[in-house]
C-alpha cells in the first residue's frame, strides 16, 4: 500500500491530454472540492484489482462531467441523468466489463431518478459512484434533491422550505428498498477516518462488481466549497456537523458474502443456426402449378368478414399464404381503425398477377360474409359483377343485389357435422377455391401447413377443405 | 430463396438480427408493440439481448451505451415515444453513434390515437432533438422493405456513423405480405472508435461535449460533411411510369400504395400521371423533382399529415412548377378512389 500514496495511480492518465486547459497535470475542480478524492480512491481501487483495461467510466452531466480528462479507462458521456441507461447498455454488450457509473445529486436523484431506480432494481452488475454535495454545483449553486431543509441555495433563496421543495431524498436509504442490489453503502469526506471509510467502501463496490455480485452503489458526502460559499475546512465541518446528520453514514445494505457471482450465457450461432433459430425454414419450395380460372375470377380483391373467434384473419391469411404459394402477389390486411368498432374483425386479402398496390379493399371483388352484420355493412361495397360468399347457417337474410354472384354456404352446419363448429372458416377456403378454380386443392393443404398451428387440427381442416371445396364446384354459376 | 408470408413488423425484427443486431432495448407502444414481442422472443434465441427498459428514454440511452461498445443495436417505438427519445438521438447524433430507430408512427398530436399517421415527417426528417444535426430516415412500404431496409439501415448507421430511422405506419407494420430473406451476416468488423472494455480500445471516448465554441464549430461542420455525403450517396426512390408523366403524385408508406394503384387506375383511362416515392426521407430525391419540375409535371403531394413533406417537395421545385398537397389525418387513410376523384377534379382529367 506504501508506494500508491506515492504516485499516481496506473488508471490515470499521465498527462491529462484531453483537457483544454494549459495545465495538463491539474483537475480542474475547486480547491476543497471533493470529486478529486473520489476519482483518485476508484484510480487506486482499478489498478489494485488490475480491471482499468476493461474499465469503461461513464461522465454524468455536472462538475465531472470530464471525469474522462482523467481516468485511462474506456470513456463515455453520458446525457444528464442516464448514466445508469448508458451503463447498462454497455455492461450487457460487454458482460465482462467494469462500469463504473459516476453521479452528482442533480443527475441521479432528479432528473434520472428512474434509471437509477430500475438499474438497481434490475440489479445491474455496475457500480454506481453517488457524489452528494447538496447543491448543483456545476450550474452555479441552485437546490439539489439532496439541498438540506433550511439550505439557502440561488433557488432556494430563502432556504429549503418543505412546504413547497418537499425534503432531501436519501439515496442510500430509497435503493436499499430494493432486493437486487449486493452493496450500499453511504460514506463521507470530512475527516482523515471518514476518508479511510470511503477509500474502502470504494473498493469493496468494484469488487462486488469484479466478482460479477451484482449491483453496488457508494453514496459519498461531498464537499463543494464554492457551491456552499464556504471555505475548504467550514465545509468539512458543516458535514461533519449537519449534512452528516440528515444522512447518516453506514452499510446500507451487504449481501457481498451471499451472494453468487452470475455469468450470463454466451452463445453465438453460425449462420445456419441462425435461420433456422429465426424460423427461417431455407428447404421451403414452390412447386405449385397454377390453375387457369375464368377471367372474372382473377386477381381477387377480397373482404373476409365475420365474428372474431371465427377464424376470419386466419381464413384471410390462409388465402393469402395459398396465393404466395402458387407465386402470385399477395397481401393480407387485418382490419384497423375505425373498421374494428363493434367486435367484427374482418381483413383484405389481395391475390395479383402482378405487384399489389394498396392492400386497402373498399370495394371487394369477393366478399366472404361470416356473419349477419358483416353481410349487412359489406354487401353494398361489392364490386358488380363480384361475388359473394355467405354462411347461411348463421345468416338468416339474403343478400338484396342482383348484380353479383352469391353462394350460400351453410358452413357452419357443414363444420358441426364434420365435428368441429370451428372449421367453417377452411370450409369456405375450400368452397371459394372450389366454385371459382382459382387454385388447386393441393395448394390449399400446404397452406394449412402455415395457417394451422397445432398439427393435430391438420386432418380435420384438410376434411374441412374437401367438403368445402365439393359443395363450391357442385354448386359453380351457370 | 423460399418467401415468407409476414407482417412488417416482424419482418424488422427477422430483419435486423440477419444484419448481426444483437441488443434491443426498448418501451411498449402501440402500434410498435409488436415488434418489441417480436424482439423479446427472437433475440435471445441467437444469442442477443431484448430488454424492456424504463422508460423511452431509458430505452434510447440503453441503445446508446451498446452502441458505443461497438455492437449493433436498436430500438422501436411510436410518435409519442419518439418525442421521448428525441434526447438521446441528439446525444447518438452528436457522440456519432450508429444505431437504428423505429417508428411506427401513430395519430398526434398528444395521445392522438393509435391509427397510422404520418405527422411525425418533422420531428423525424428535420433531427427533432436539439442541435445541429439530421438522421437518415428510410420508408419502407412493404414488409419486405421492412426486412431489407432495416439490414439497410444497420449499414448505413456503421459507415457513417449516425443514428438512422425506420419510418413506418401500422398498416406496413400489421400488413403480411411475402418476404424474401437474405443469408445472416456474421462476421462484422471492429469499430476503431469504439470502447470495448480493452486495452486497444481504452483510450477511446464517446461524447458530444465541445466546450470551445470552435471546437464545437469544427465538430458541427464534420458532421455537416457527412450529411452532405449522406445526400450524395444513399437516395433511393422508387419511380413509376414517370416518363411520359405531366402529372406526379408523391406519397411514402402506405400512401404510396395507395398512389401506385391510382396510378395504374388513371393510365387505364388514359391518364398521363406517375409516381414518385421516396424512399429514403433523408436524403431527400431532390434531383428527381427537381428534374420533373422543370420538366413541367405538376405536382400532387398526398400525405398522412397536415402537410409535412410537401413543404420539402415545394422547396425542392423552387418555383418551377406547382405543388398541391390532398392530406387526411387523424388516422384516416386516403382511399385509391378518393385519391383519383381529387387527381381528377384538380387537374381536370
Ligand atoms: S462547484 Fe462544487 S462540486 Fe463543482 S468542482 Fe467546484 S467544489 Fe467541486
Redesign the interface.
Known amino acids: 500500500m506504501a508506494t500508491k500514496v506515492l504516485r499516481k495511480s496506473h488508471a490515470f492518465y499521465d498527462t491529462y491530454f484531453?483537457n483544454?486547459s494549459p495545465d495538463k497535470k491539474m483537475l480542474h475542480y475547486c480547491p476543497g472540492c471533493g470529486h478529486g478524492n473520489v476519482h483518485k480512491m476508484i484510480a487506486e481501487a482499478l489498478e489494485d484489482y488490475d480491471v482499468?483495461?476493461?474499465?469503461?467510466f461513464?461522465?454524468p452531466v455536472g462538475c465531472s462531467?470530464f471525469a474522462?480528462y482523467y481516468f485511462?479507462?474506456?470513456?463515455?458521456?453520458?446525457?444528464h441523468g442516464?448514466a445508469p441507461?448508458?451503463?447498462?447498455?454497455?455492461?450487457?454488450?460487454?458482460p465482462?466489463?467494469?462500469i463504473i457509473s459516476y453521479q452528482g445529486d442533480g443527475d441521479l436523484a432528479a432528473i434520472g431518478t428512474?434509471?437509477i431506480?430500475?438499474a438497481a432494481n434490475r440489479g445491474e452488475c455496475i457500480t454506481v459512484f453517488f457524489v452528494n454535495n447538496a447543491i448543483y454545483g456545476m450550474t452555479g449553486g441552485q437546490m439539489a434533491p439532496t439541498t438540506l431543509v433550511g439550505q439557502k441555495t440561488t433557488t432556494s433563496p430563502m432556504g429549503r422550505r418543505p412546504s413547497n421543495e418537499g425534503y432531501p431524498i436519501k439515496v442510500a436509504e430509497l435503493i436499499s428498498q430494493l432486493h437486487a442490489p449486493v452493496y450500499i453503502e453511504r460514506v463521507s469526506l470530512h475527516d482523515n477516518k471518514q476518508r479511510a471509510k470511503a477509500r474502502l467502501a470504494i473498493r469493496k463496490a468494484i469488487k462486488c462488481q469484479v466478482d460479477k455480485l451484482g449491483f453496488s452503489l457508494v453514496e459519498i458526502l461531498s464537499p463543494c466549497p464554492s457551491g456552499w460559499k464556504m471555505d475548504p475546512v467550514d465545509s468539512m465541518r458543516w458535514i461533519e456537523e449537519t449534512m452528516q446528520e440528515n444522512f447518516p453514514l453506514g452499510v446500507y445494505r451487504d449481501l457481498t458474502k451471499e451472494a453468487e457471482p452470475y455469468t450470463p450465457e454466451?452463445?453465438?450461432?453460425?449462420?445456419e443456426?441462425?435461420?433456422n433459430?429465426?424460423d427461417?425454414?431455407?428447404?421451403?419450395?414452390?412447386k405449385y402449378e397454377r390453375k387457369n380460372p375464368p377471367e372474372k375470377y382473377k386477381n381477387p380483391e377480397m373482404k373476409v368478414a365475420g365474428f372474431g373467434g371465427q377464424g376470419i384473419l386466419l381464413l384471410g391469411?390462409a388465402m393469402?399464404?395459398a396465393g404466395?404459394l402458387e407465386n402470385y402477389?399477395?397481401?393480407?390486411?387485418?382490419s384497423?381503425?375505425?373498421e374494428m368498432r363493434g367486435g367484427t374483425a374482418n381483413c383484405h386479402v389481395n391475390i395479383r398477377d402482378i405487384?399489389?398496390?394498396?392492400?386497402?379493399v373498399?370495394?371487394p371483388s369477393v366478399l366472404i360474409a361470416m356473419n349477419r352484420p358483416s353481410l349487412e355493412k359489406f354487401e353494398q361495397d361489392v364490386k358488380k359483377g363480384g361475388l359473394i360468399i355467405y354462411d347461411s347457417s348463421l345468416i338468416d337474410i339474403e343478400p338484396t343485389r342482383k348484380d353479383i354472384e352469391i353462394l350460400a354456404i351453410p358452413a357452419t352446419k357443414m363444420a358441426d357435422q364434420l365435428g368441429n363448429t370451428r372449421i367453417a372458416n377452411m370450409v369456405v377456403f375450400g368452397a371459394y377455391m372450389g366454385y371459382t378454380g382459382l387454385m388447386g386443392k393441393e395448394t390449399l393443404y400446404e397452406s394449412l401447413k402455415?395457417a394451422i398451428k397445432h398439427k393435430r387440427f391438420l386432418d380435420i381442416n384438410v376434411k374441412a377443405i374437401d367438403a368445402g371445396y365439393q359443395f363450391g364446384s357442385d354448386n359453380q354459376a351457370g | 430463396?423460399?418467401?415468407?408470408?409476414m407482417k412488417g413488423n416482424d419482418a424488422i425484427v427477422?430483419g435486423a438480427?440477419?444484419a448481426g443486431c444483437r441488443?434491443y432495448?426498448g418501451y411498449p407502444i402501440t402500434p410498435a408493440s409488436e415488434i418489441a414481442e417480436g424482439a423479446a422472443r427472437?433475440f435471445p434465441?441467437?444469442?442477443g439481448?431484448f430488454?424492456q427498459?424504463?422508460?423511452e428514454?431509458?430505452?434510447i440511452?440503453?441503445?446508446?451505451?451498446?452502441?458505443?461498445?461497438?455492437?449493433r443495436?436498436m430500438t422501436a417505438s411510436s410518435s409519442p415515444g419518439i418525442s421521448l427519445k428525441q434526447?438521446?438521438i441528439s446525444?447518438a447524433a452528436g457522440?456519432e453513434l450508429p444505431c437504428v430507430i423505429v417508428n411506427i408512427m401513430r395519430g398526434g398530436p398528444g395521445l392522438g390515437n393509435i391509427?397510422?399517421e404520418q405527422s411525425d415527417y418533422n420531428q423525424v426528417v428535420k433531427g427533432g432533438g436539439h442541435g445541429n444535426y439530421k438522421v437518415p430516415v428510410l420508408a419502407p412500404n412493404s414488409a419486405q422493405e421492412m426486412c431489407s431496409l432495416t439490414m439497410k439501415a444497420f449499414d448505413i448507421a456503421d459507415k457513417y456513423r449516425a443514428p438512422v430511422y425506420i419510418l413506418a405506419d401500422?398498416?406496413i407494420g400489421?400488413?403480411?405480405?411475402?418476404v424474401e430473406?437474405p443469408?445472416?451476416v456474421?462476421d462484422l468488423p471492429r469499430k476503431d472508435w469504439a470502447?470495448?472494455?480493452?486495452?486497444e480500445?481504452?483510450?477511446?471516448?464517446?461524447?458530444?461535449?465541445y466546450?470551445?465554441p470552435y471546437?464545437l464549430e469544427k465538430h458541427n461542420r464534420k458532421l455537416q460533411k457527412k450529411y452532405a455525403e449522406i445526400e450524395k450517396n444513399e437516395i433511393m426512390c422508387e419511380k413509376f411510369m414517370l416518363e411520359d408523366a405531366e402529372y406526379v403524385v408523391m406519397g411514402y408508406g402506405?400512401v404510396s400504395?395507395?398512389?401506385?394503384?391510382?396510378v395504374?387506375k388513371l393510365r387505364d383511362k388514359k391518364v398521363k400521371i406517375g409516381l414518385l416515392r421516396p424512399i429514403t426521407l433523408f436524403p431527400f430525391p431532390k434531383k428527381e423533382i427537381y428534374d420533373l419540375a422543370v420538366k413541367n409535371c405538376k405536382f400532387l403531394v398526398v400525405e398522412m399529415s397536415n402537410g409535412q413533406m410537401v413543404e420539402d417537395v415545394r422547396l425542392t421545385v423552387q418555383g418551377k412548377t406547382t405543388v398541391d398537397l390532398y392530406n387526411r389525418m387523424g388516422?384516416?387513410?386516403p382511399?385509391?378512389?378518393e385519391v383519383i376523384e381529387h387527381i381528377q377534379n384538380r387537374f381536370s382529367v
Open positions: 484531453r483544454p482499468a483495461d476493461k474499465t469503461i461513464i461522465s462531467v474522462y485511462a479507462t474506456g470513456n463515455i458521456q453520458a446525457a442516464r441507461a448508458v451503463s447498462t447498455g454497455i455492461k450487457r454488450a460487454h465482462d466489463s467494469i428512474a434509471e431506480i430500475h454466451i452463445l453465438n450461432p453460425t449462420a443456426a441462425i435461420l433459430l429465426l427461417i425454414d431455407t428447404e421451403l419450395d414452390f391469411g393469402a399464404q404466395m402477389h399477395v397481401s393480407w390486411l387485418p384497423y381503425g375505425p405487384e399489389v398496390g394498396s392492400p386497402m373498399s370495394d402455415t | 430463396m423460399a418467401k415468407y408470408l427477422r438480427l440477419l441488443f432495448f427472437y434465441k441467437v444469442g439481448t430488454l427498459a424504463e422508460s428514454v431509458a430505452a440511452n440503453m441503445v446508446y451505451g451498446a452502441s458505443g461498445g461497438g455492437i443495436a434526447e438521446g446525444y457522440a391509427a397510422p401500422g398498416y400489421q400488413m403480411m405480405e411475402p430473406f443469408e445472416p456474421t470502447v470495448y472494455a480493452d486495452k480500445s481504452k483510450d477511446n471516448l464517446i461524447s458530444s461535449i466546450l470551445d471546437e402506405i400504395r395507395v398512389l401506385k394503384t391510382a395504374e388516422g384516416v387513410v382511399t385509391t378512389d
